[in-house]
């Protein structure tokens, strides 16, 4: 049974700073998503990666993936205001159930002026 | 491109009562959508993914006769939650694809459910 793991659940930070989420997860997959989630709000897509050593960035957050370690870090670089959510990765579990995604608790970040 | 609606965003009904929301692809074909329910401060849980044309498949603990789906066309799914009750009240978020279950989720704006 394929488990996702976030560390932090909840990030107090200042603005300026830079910080990592971490997503680990147990079994074989082929694909990590990152999406955002403002409060009251649904998710928003922000990354997917789907191959072992994967990069992107958009702006000040930058997702990596290796799927070696099964492990994803989402970045966040002289960290902003409006940055604050949370974030939440989701693996898709290719080996039991369909292609469904397994989600982590998520990352309550909150970044102070 | 990508765009998934909701509605309606807010409904407050009384137990007992059913209530429909209803989730649309506006720019794309969604083969599959899914449908979940968020409590708060917590994670998205999958209550069930529907294929256009097809009987849905529910999530194990999610009660099929109380949360209805129907995945009529492929631009619109529905969610009748029967028989309300207040324990029902959640964020109920749908999300869609366009190349199946194996593809990016593109998610709704989501509907709050209030349940008295």
């Known amino acids: 049974e394929l488990k996702v793991e976030q560390n932090p659940l909840f990030l107090s930070m200042q603005e300026g700073k830079n910080y990592t989420i971490y997503c680990n997860y147990s079994?074989?997959?082929?694909?990590l998503y990152w999406y955002r989630q403002d409060p009251g709000k649904s998710l928003e897509s922000l990354f997917v990666?789907?191959?072992n050593g994967a990069v992107k960035q958009e702006g000040r957050l930058m997702a990596s993936l290796d799927t070696k370690a099964r492990l994803s870090t989402l970045h966040i670089t002289a960290a902003v205001h409006d940055l604050s959510a949370t974030y939440f990765c989701?693996?898709?579990?290719?080996?039991?159930?369909?292609?469904?995604?397994?989600w982590g608790a998520g990352t309550k970040l909150i970044i102070k002026p | 491109g990508a765009v998934v609606s909701q509605h309606p965003s807010r409904v407050i009904c009384k137990s007992g009562t059913s209530v429909k929301i209803e989730c649309r692809s506006l720019?794309?074909?969604?083969?599959?959508m899914f449908w979940y329910r968020q409590f708060p401060k917590q994670s998205l849980m999958l209550m069930a993914t529907?294929?256009?044309?097809?009987?849905?498949?529910?999530e194990q603990g999610v009660e099929k006769d109380k949360f209805l789906i129907n995945h009529a066309s492929l631009t619109l799914s529905t969610l009748t939650v029967t028989s309300a009750h207040p324990e029902d009240s959640s964020f109920y978020i749908c999300?869609?694809?366009?190349?199946?279950?194996?593809?990016?989720?593109?998610f709704g704006p989501g509907t709050r459910l209030t349940v008295l």
């Open positions: 999300s869609a694809t366009a190349g199946g279950s194996h593809d990016t989720q593109y």
């Open positions: 720019d794309f074909q969604a083969t599959t």
């Open positions: 529907s294929n256009e044309g097809s009987k849905a498949t529910y």
């Open positions: 079994t074989t997959s082929d694909r």
């Open positions: 990666l789907l191959s």
């Open positions: 989701a693996v898709e579990d290719t080996v039991d159930s369909n292609y469904q995604l397994i």
